[in-house]
C-alpha cells in the first residue's frame, strides 16, 4: 500500500495536509459534547423494551431518590411541541413523550436529568416503564406487514422508470437471468456518539450537536419548539462521522432542550452506544428481483428491477435506487418497481449511498451471474452495455469514465491473471477469488452561501456554515480560496459548522465539495473583479489600465498577460482598499430560484444525478482478491483496488481517503455488518460494537486507490463530482462476484459469513 499522497494529475489539486489536522490529533478540535459550561445538567435516556404497544404506567419515585438526580421527564412533559414532520429536516415523525403509543424498539419514553452523569445513569436504570405490549412485524419476511408502492406514498421515488416493452422482449432475448437478492439493515455507528447540548440565555436557544445540516437543526429545532427561528443557534464545528445519520433533527433534541429549558441550566445528553441503535436512523434491509434478457453477444436488451424496503409504520421512508439502475446501463426495454414493507421498527434513514449500497449490489451481482452465462469477461459485459446516454430518456452524461476506470484498474489488478472457472485458482489451502464491480454515485450539486474576507496583507477568511464530517470540506474550501486569490492554503482560515454563519447544504448527497467550492469560487471571482478594476485605475503601476480578464492573482501579486507584476499589498493601499469582503449566493443551473430563501429556513435544493437534463454522475470500477479457505471457509481480502473518475478532484489526499474508506467500508458491508433483528419482537438483538461486526486494521490488508484525470465543466463551475459516497457502492458486488469464483457458490444475501460457503 503507497502512503504517500498521490501526485495530482491533470485537473487534481494538491494535496494538501487537512487544515485542521494539527487541531484534530492533538485533541484541540472541540465536538460539540466537547463545549465546557457553567453548571452543565446531564441527561440519560429511557427506551422501551417492546417493539409495539402502550405505555401503562412510568413509575419515577425511585429514580428521583438517587442523590443528584434533579428530574425525570415523561409523558406530559412535552405536550407543548410541535409534532416533527417527516422528510422535512426531521428523522421520523414519532415524538417521544407524547403520545404513550410505542412504534418502535427503543424509543425514548424518559429523561432522566441529574448533576452528574453517573446520577443521571443510577437514576436512568431505575424508572420503571410498564406497556401493554402488541405482537410486532419484525421484518421484511414477518407477518403482519403491510406492502405498499412507493409511487404515490413518497416524495423521493416519485416514478418508477419503464421505456419500451419489456415483457416482450425479455421472452424474446435469447439469453435469460432471473435472480433475487437481498442486504440487511446496518447501522452507522460512527465514533463520536451523538450528543445534545441545550443552553437557554434570556429565551435564545444555542444547541451544540454534531450535525450535518445546522441551518436544518436551527429549524427544525424552532419549528417544534414553536419559536422564531432567529432565537436558535446550531453549533458543530467538529463531526466525528456522521454518515447520514446527523443530518435529520433526531428525536432527542427537543426534549433535551425542554429540559434546559424547564430546569434554567444547560443540559447535556449524550446517548450511549446501544442507544443509538435505537433512537438514530439506519440502513433498512432489502429485497431485489432482478431479471435481464440479452444477445449472445452479451447486449441486455430487457432489464427489470423491482425493489422492496422495509420502513416503519408512521413512515415512508425511500431510497429508490431504481432511478438510476435502470438508466446505468444502455439497456433495451426497462421496467422498475419500488415497493415499501411497513413494519413494526424505527423509521430508516440516510446511511453512505442509501440507494446505491443495495441497488447497486443486485444491479452489479446480476452483470456478473449473465457474464457467467454468456460465457463473457465480466468487464467486456459492462463495455458492451456501455453508454454516454440513459435509455429512458436518451439524456446524455455529463461526462463518463466508466470503462477507463475498469482498464485501469483491471491492470493495476492484474485481471488477466483471473482465471473464470470457479475454484481454478489455488494458493495451498486457500481458493483464490477474482471479482470486479462498477460504482456510480450521482453528481449533486446544491445551492448554498458563503462570505469570503481578503486582507490586503493577503489574510483570507471563509465564512460557511458548511459541516466537517470528516470528508476535509474545510480544506478544499481553503484550497479554493487560495487558489483564486493567488495566497497560500495556510493563509485562509475557514470557519464552519455554526448557523451564526452564511447557510451551507446538508452534508449529503456528496455534494459539500462541489456546492461549497462552487460558492466560495464566486465570491472570489467578485473580490478579484473588485482588486482587478481598484489595480487597474492606477495610473503609475505596471499592471494600470489591463482589463480584468487579463489580471492573475498570483503569491500576493498582480500578474498580467504580459508578465508585468506588481505587488498586490502596495497597489491596494495606492488604490486606499482595505478589506474586501463578498457575500455569494450561489444556486446550480436549473435550481429553483427560491433555493436560497429555503436554505436560510434550512433545506437544500439539490440538482444532478438522474433528475435533470443531463446525467450527473462520478463512475469508478472496483476489484477485489478474495482467499477462502478450503477446510474452514475463513474468507479474507488481500486486496482491494479502485479507479475512480470524478471530474476535479479539489486535494488527491482528502479525495483518497475518502475513496479507501469506501473500499474498506463496502468490504466490511459485505463480509462483516448486519444489525439482527429478533423476529418474536422486532427488536434488535446486537446493538454494541462487540456484536456488530467491524472490520480492523487485519482486515483491510492492501487497499489501492486510483485517480483518473476527468474534466467535466458541466456539473457545476467548481467542476467537482462529489466522491464521499462512491467508494462503498460496487464494492459488495465485487466480493459476491470474487466468492462465486472462487468457491462456486454464489451468495445472493449480504452479508456473506463463513456458513454460506460451507
Ligand atoms: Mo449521506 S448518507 O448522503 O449523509
Redesign the pocket.
Known amino acids: 500500500m503507497t502512503i504517500a499522497a498521490p501526485e495530482p494529475k491533470e485537473n487534481q489539486g494538491r494535496p494538501e495536509p487537512r487544515v485542521d489536522a494539527r487541531l484534530k490529533v492533538t485533541g484541540e478540535a472541540r465536538y460539540p459534547a466537547d463545549f465546557a459550561l457553567p453548571n452543565l445538567a446531564h441527561a440519560v435516556l429511557v427506551t422501551s423494551s417492546i417493539a409495539r404497544g402502550t405505555v401503562t404506567a412510568v413509575h419515577k419515585e425511585a429514580a428521583l431518590a438517587v442523590p443528584g438526580v434533579l428530574d425525570v421527564l415523561t409523558y406530559g412533559d412535552a405536550d407543548a411541541l410541535e409534532n416533527p414532520t417527516f422528510g422535512n429536516g426531521n428523522m421520523t415523525s414519532v415524538q417521544p413523550l407524547k403520545k404513550r403509543r410505542i412504534e418502535h424498539d427503543g424509543q425514548i419514553v424518559a429523561l432522566v436529568v441529574a448533576d452528574t452523569f453517573e446520577a443521571a445513569s443510577e437514576g436512568a436504570s431505575k424508572v420503571r416503564v410498564e406497556y401493554r405490549p402488541e405482537p410486532a412485524s419484525a421484518t421484511l419476511e414477518s407477518e403482519g406487514t403491510e406492502v405498499i408502492p412507493a409511487v404515490g406514498n413518497t416524495q423521493n421515488h416519485k416514478e418508477d422508470a419503464s421505456v419500451g416493452d419489456f415483457a416482450g422482449a425479455f421472452e424474446r432475448a435469447p439469453v435469460k437471468l432471473e435472480a433475487e437478492y437481498r442486504t440487511p439493515a446496518q447501522h452507522h455507528n460512527p465514533i463520536e456518539l451523538f450528543s445534545t447540548t441545550a443552553v437557554w440565555h434570556d429565551g435564545d436557544l444555542t444547541v451544540y450537536e454534531p450535525s450535518?445540516s445546522v441551518h436544518g437543526h436551527k429549524n427544525a429545532l424552532a419549528k417544534q419548539l414553536r419559536i422564531d427561528p432567529a432565537r436558535v443557534r446550531v453549533v458543530s464545528p467538529f463531526v466525528g462521522g456522521?454518515?447520514?445519520s446527523k443530518?435529520p433533527l433526531s428525536p432527542r433534541a427537543t426534549i433535551v432542550a425542554l429540559a434546559a429549558q424547564k430546569l434554567n441550566r444547560p443540559v447535556r445528553c449524550v446517548v450511549s452506544r446501544m442507544q443509538a441503535f435505537t433512537t438514530q436512523t439506519y440502513r433498512a434491509e432489502t429485497r431485489h428481483r432482478i431479471q435481464m434478457g440479452a444477445t449472445p453477444n452479451g447486449r441486455v436488451v430487457a432489464f427489470s428491477h423491482e425493489g422492496w424496503e422495509l420502513t416503519s409504520r408512521p413512515d415512508n421512508y425511500v431510497v429508490g435506487g431504481t432511478d438510476a439502475t435502470t438508466r446505468i446501463y444502455d439497456w433495451g426495454a426497462v421496467q422498475s418497481k419500488v415497493s415499501l414493507v411497513k413494519a413494526d421498527r424505527q423509521t430508516p434513514g440516510?446511511?453512505?449511498s442509501?440507494p446505491e449500497v443495495p441497488y447497486v449490489f443486485a444491479l452489479e451481482s446480476a452483470l456478473d451471474e449473465l457474464a457467467e452465462k454468456l460465457g463473457m469477461d465480466p468487464i467486456e459485459l459492462r463495455r458492451v452495455n456501455d453508454t454516454m446516454a440513459e435509455p429512458i430518456k436518451k439524456s446524455p452524461f455529463t461526462s463518463r469514465s466508466l470503462m477507463a476506470c475498469f482498464d485501469e484498474a483491471a491492470k493495476a489488478f492484474d485481471w488477466s491473471r483471473r482465471r473464470p472457472t470457479p475454484g481454478a485458482t489455488r494458493n495451498g489451502d486457500w481458493l483464490v477469488g477474482y471479482g470486479c464491480a462498477t460504482t456510480y454515485y450521482p453528481s449533486n450539486t446544491a445551492a448554498s452561501t458563503a462570505r469570503v474576507r481578503f486582507s490586503p496583507d493577503g489574510k483570507v477568511v471563509v465564512q460557511t456554515a458548511s459541516h466537517e464530517i470528516g470528508t476535509g470540506v474545510r480544506t478544499v474550501a481553503a484550497q479554493m480560496a487560495a487558489e483564486r486569490l493567488g495566497v497560500d492554503v495556510t493563509a485562509v482560515a475557514v470557519e464552519m459548522g455554526d448557523t451564526s454563519l452564511p447557510p451551507a447544504p446538508v452534508?449529503?448527497?456528496?455534494n459539500s465539495t462541489a456546492s461549497v467550492c462552487s460558492t466560495v469560487l464566486k465570491a472570489c471571482d467578485a473580490i478579484r473583479a473588485r482588486v482587478f478594476k481598484a489595480v487597474a485605475e492606477i495610473n503609475d503601476s505596471p499592471v494600470a489600465g489591463r482589463a480584468a480578464s487579463e489580471l492573475d492573482l498570483q503569491k500576493g501579486e498582480v500578474v498580467a498577460g504580459n508578465g508585468a507584476r506588481a505587488k498586490l499589498a502596495d497597489l491596494l493601499r495606492k488604490a486606499g482598499v482595505g478589506v474586501i469582503e463578498e457575500y455569494a449566493e450561489f444556486i446550480p443551473e436549473g435550481g429553483a430560484p427560491d433555493a436560497i430563501a429555503k436554505l436560510y429556513q434550512g433545506q437544500t435544493s439539490m440538482s444532478g444525478g438522474s433528475h435533470g437534463k443531463k446525467m450527473m454522475f462520478a463512475f469508478g470500477a472496483e476489484f477485489v482478491e478474495v482467499h477462502i479457505h478450503r477446510l474452514t471457509r475463513e474468507i479474507r481480502v488481500p486486496r482491494l483496488v479502485g479507479a475512480f473518475a470524478a471530474g476535479r478532484i479539489m486535494n488527491t489526499r482528502t479525495a483518497r481517503s475518502q475513496l479507501m474508506g469506501g473500499l474498506i467500508w463496502g468490504m466490511s458491508s459485505a463480509l462483516h455488518e448486519a444489525t439482527e433483528i429478533d423476529p418474536r419482537n422486532a427488536r434488535i438483538v446486537n446493538r454494541d460494537l462487540q456484536d456488530y461486526l467491524v472490520p480492523v486494521n487485519a482486515d483491510a490488508r492492501d487497499v489501492e486507490v486510483l485517480m483518473l484525470s476527468e474534466v467535466d465543466r458541466e456539473v457545476n463551475p467548481a467542476g467537482v463530482k462529489g466522491l464521499g459516497?462512491l467508494g462503498n457502492v460496487g464494492t459488495n458486488a465485487a466480493i459476491a462476484n470474487a466468492v462465486y469464483n472462487a468457491t462456486g457458490k454464489r451468495i445472493r444475501r449480504l452479508p456473506i459469513r463463513v456458513e454460506d460457503l460451507l
Do not use: L, N
Not at 452534508?507 to 456528496?510: V, Y
Open positions: 450535518q456522521a454518515f447520514g443530518g440516510y446511511m453512505r442509501p452534508a449529503g448527497g456528496s459516497e
